[in-house]
């Protein structure tokens, strides 16, 4: 069985960044962004908008689904740590986004 490799968006990003052979500040500078900005999102001290998702896919040819999904998951855990809530919320969140799709679709 294949183990599931579980990484944030800012180990993503520095990973793309690497194989690319890309300084941060070739990155910060291709993407409009500040080095310093740069370097906290790949530690996870920050979080990157959605438009800097945007331009992360288009640099490094990467799936830019696949880094909303880190990112947007990223959010939630974070969200859980936080507020030291326990992982019933996600059960229940998913009903939640069940219900408001079903309410939305009529």
Same mark, same amino acid.
């Given at each position: 069985?294949?183990?599931?490799?579980?990484?944030?968006?800012?180990?993503?990003?520095?990973?793309?960044?690497?194989?690319?052979?890309?300084?941060?500040?070739?990155?910060?500078?291709?993407?409009?962004?500040?080095?310093?900005?740069?370097?906290?999102?790949?530690?996870?001290?920050?979080?990157?908008?959605?438009?800097? *998702?945007?331009?992360?896919?288009?640099?490094?040819?990467?799936?830019?689904?696949?880094?909303?999904?880190?990112?947007?998951?990223?959010?939630?855990?974070?969200?859980?740590?936080?507020?030291?809530?326990?992982?019933? *919320?996600?059960?229940?969140?998913?009903?939640?986004?069940?219900?408001?799709?079903?309410?939305?679709?009529?």
């Amino acid at each position: 069985m294949k183990a599931i490799e579980i990484k944030t968006f800012g180990t993503h990003l520095r990973e793309l960044r690497e194989i690319s052979q890309m300084t941060l500040k070739e990155v910060s500078k291709s993407i409009g962004i500040d080095i310093s900005l740069l370097a906290k999102i790949e530690r996870s001290e920050r979080q990157p908008t959605k438009e800097f *998702i945007k331009k992360v896919a288009v640099l490094f040819n990467a799936d830019e689904n696949e880094l909303l999904v880190e990112f947007l998951s990223d959010q939630i855990a974070y969200k859980i740590l936080d507020e030291k809530a326990d992982l019933n *919320i996600l059960k229940v969140a998913e009903s939640k986004v069940s219900y408001l799709k079903s309410i939305s679709n009529e």
